[in-house]
């Protein structure tokens, strides 16, 4: 099964036979995937199943031990993450990184002061032009409410948006998420997605995001990659996808 790009697009993400061992174990074997601009892609899977080995070799923190991966057909394999950052790939994480103990807009400030490549924080960052940035960044995430808060006393979810709009800072023209729900709580998770998407809304970003939760994914997914024992065994619409035999014997654990 596969969702195949519509003809004379140049994808946004090309990856052709991506290999990555650790040893004996098979982290990523034949991985080949192609996402559209504007595609909303989550990327599923058991633990171990190959999803986030994926995503370190798209964005530099892993290097594949073959194949390639091109970005607007520009070929980014085993680049280091802040260059393939700088040309258009930004991603947060399934633990936020963040200054515990500065505010949120103070984290913001951070992070337009590296992709500004400011070498002083408090000397530069704090510019009239910095600050209206990232302020117009918090309000897309319904998070200048909280901005002169400090980032240790802000929910779990407000530091998710904080993560996923620092992320921002850079443009991207692609973003990956690494789990953007999880440590969030039930009443949270699809308020805070809302937010998310519809902040990505405002731009044309292509968008993969990792997930275990499948209400999450059937909702925001436009297409549904499965990961299994490190190969893709499934690659359609989450209607589609969800529903293959070797996704729910071995994702969702719905067939017995």
């Not at 970005?71 to 980014?76: A, M, T, W, Y």
């Not at 779990?156 to 969030?184: C, F, H, N, W, Y």
């Not at 990961?227 to 499934?234: K, L, N, Q, T």
Request: proline residues 5%.
């Amino acid at each position: 099964m596969s969702a195949t790009p519509s003809q004379g697009s140049i994808p946004v993400l090309r990856a052709t036979g991506l290999e990555k061992r650790f040893g004996a174990v098979v982290a990523a074997t034949e991985v080949c995937l192609e996402v559209i601009a504007g595609e909303r892609v989550s990327l599923i899977g058991s633990n171990g199943a190959g999803k986030t080995t994926f995503v370190n070799m798209i964005t530099g923190y892993i290097k594949p031990d073959a194949g390639s991966i091109l970005l607007d057909d520009r070929d980014i394999t085993g680049l280091e993450p802040r260059t393939i950052n700088r040309m258009g790939v930004a991603r947060s994480f399934q633990i936020p990184q963040l200054y515990a103990e500065l505010s949120v807009l103070d984290n913001m400030l951070v992070a337009t002061a590296c992709q500004d490549r400011h070498p002083s924080f408090w000397r530069q960052a704090r510019s009239a032009d910095a600050v209206e940035r990232a302020l117009a960044l918090l309000a897309r995430f319904n998070l200048l409410e909280h901005a002169e808060q400090r980032v240790a006393g802000v929910p779990g979810g407000i530091r998710k948006l904080l993560d996923i709009a620092m992320a921002l800072t850079v443009q991207p023209r692609l973003l990956l998420l690494d789990e953007p729900t999880s440590g969030v709580s039930v009443e949270e998770k699809f308020p805070m997605m809302d937010i998310v998407m519809h902040a990505l809304e405002q731009e044309v970003m292509t968008v993969l995001f990792v997930e275990h939760d499948m209400d999450i994914v059937e909702r925001y997914a436009d297409r549904v990659v499965a990961f299994y024992s490190g190969r893709i065994i499934a690659n359609d619409t989450p209607q589609i996808a969800l529903a293959a035999p070797d996704v729910r014997r071995y994702v969702t654990g719905t067939l017995h």
